[in-house]
């Protein structure tokens, strides 16, 4: 159990990222062994936990429920459920959790646990999951004494059981700082001590920097060796420090028990731990097994929100009403002066499910930090998360979307089939919706976001057929209408309407004619418009495969 220290700004999180793995800005170089071994990625992310500086919470569970979703995901999906509620008990006892277990996380609108409660809920996450090494970044901070003293006693725990723990601290107390087994002190990116903590180290510093700062009484080790440390390098003596360790026969005893780890054998190490270091798979438990269980506890707690619901059904019923009312029992009156309003109504039947795709892009944007950790600590792969946020959203829309098409659909008293019209508009929807996804996926930030969306589909409105006919938009712009989605579902809702008998004189042609229509299949363009899902989605998972949502 290794405690990582030394001024602000002196690599801490940094050396903890690269050794994590999680570090994706700048170059690094050097050689990272567990075991003696290099480990693959996936290893890093299946049997090594990260405590983050910052939490990363899902608002809406409690806090059992938080470490139970973790436990599913991060253990094997054969162990017994009774077994990860075990689990969870135990870390819930030993982070005294227990009296906030079934209080909701809550996030800034919305009150919760506090912030020291997130913090422990936070390191449960990582003890729930059995990992080979645990690393903490700041695990104490914003605890007071006793708690921050009980966590790390217990992260002194798993350190008994075999687990290796690396943990950046700030300030511990006196009895957290003896927990540890070693100190690591970084200065300017620099090591100027690594080797046991306590009174050795505070000589060692003393001798590098004799007359920077005396030991007064009241200080305990810890907060001595990181003033020290750091008052002189605001001095200009912190090269000194480090140059003092690097030449020194400590450093060279290190340096030599690093060599000897490095020259072990991997046939010396046990085959299961062989095993682990070859990982090839970043995810515990199959893509399967993820989606059923972000299903389990997310997608039913979204379905109990009434802001979530609210967001995705209210607006669809206000239109679908408006669109009812305003059109009232006009679609079958198949005459030459009532085309125009049939075909507006198709067309604002096309384009309020575009439209109504903005309300699906913040979801993605603000879960982004979650995201991130969450993939980073193997929890999921990303099409499982993908298929879930999927699966919330076209679930609600395919239940509100029968509803609302039938009232509008019998209450203008359309023609053609109504499954058809219901269909059209459910598969708009779903293309709006992860279209939504992608551009949120794509996008740095909400706002931008925010602006692409609603540009790209206004110039979809221009080539759906209604403002301007296919036969008359200009022949250098004629390849973005098929490109469209919004041309395909509008046409085929035409087509349904028109088709037939129903496809009545108009401007000295038939109306399908007028609208260059006559060769138009609408069942063809609804496997466009599944087509067009298709695309949207594989954008989005190579985007959200392969982006990197926070430099560190």
Known sequence: MAALMG???????????????????????????????????????????????????IPTLTVSEMLLYTAELKRPHTEPLAQKKEAVEDALRCLRLERCRDIQIGGALDKGISGGQAKRTNIGIALVTNPRVLFLDEPTSGLDSFTA???????????????????????????????????????????????????????FAQSACPHVKGYLPGYNDAEYLVDLVTEADIAGQGEA??????????????????????????????????????????????????????????????????AFLGARIGEKIVIGLLMMTLYLGIGDLLAEDNVTNIAAVMYMWTTLPAFGAQAYVPQLV???????????????????????????????????????????????????????????????????????????????NLDVANAVLPTYIVSCLFFGGFLFRFSTIPAWWEWYSYIDFLRYAWSALMVNQFEGERNIDMMGTTVLDYYSLTHANKWAYMGYLCIFFLVFFLLALVTMQFKQYTRR
């Not at 085959?271 to 269980?293: D, F, M, N």
């Not at 279209?435 to 794509?442: E, G, K, Q, T, W």
Request: charged share 15%; net charge neutral.
């Open 7 to 57: 001024p602000s700004g002196s690599g801490k999180t940094t050396l903890l990222d690269v050794l994590a793995g999680r570090k994706n800005a700048g170059v690094t170089e050097g050689t990272i062994a567990f075991s003696g071994q290099k480990p693959t990625p996936q290893f890093l992310r299946r049997y090594t936990g990260y405590v983050e500086q910052f939490d990363t919470l």
């Open 149 to 203: 003293n009980e966590v790390m006693t217990t992260v002194k725990e798993l350190a008994a059981e075999g687990v290796t723990i690396c943990a950046t601290i700030h300030s511990p107390t006196s009895y957290c700082f003896s927990l540890f087994d070693s100190l690591i002190m970084l200065v300017g990116g620099r090591v100027a001590y690594f080797g046991p903590r306590g009174h050795s180290a505070i000589e």
């Open 241 to 306: 420090l480090t140059d003092h360790y690097a030449s020194s026969s400590l450093a060279q005893g290190n340096a030599a028990r690093i060599d000897a780890y490095l020259a072990e054998s991997a046939d010396a190490l046990p085959e299961h731990i062989q095993r682990e270091l070859a990982v090839r798979s970043a995810t515990v438990t199959p893509w399967w097994w993820g989606l059923k269980t972000l299903i389990k506890y997310r997608t039913s707690k979204n379905f109990q929100d009434s």
């Open 366 to 444: 603000l879960e982004r930090g979650l995201f991130t950790r969450e993939r980073s600590d193997g929890l999921y792969q990303v099409v499982t998360y993908l298929l879930s946020r999927l699966f919330d959203e076209l679930v609600i829309s395919g239940i509100t979307s029968l509803g609302v098409s039938a009232f509008v659909f019998y209450g203008i008293q359309l023609q053609g089939q109504w499954v058809v019209f219901w269909l059209l508009f459910y598969l708009t929807l779903s293309n709006g919706i992860i279209l939504a996804y992608f551009v949120a996926a794509i996008c740095p």
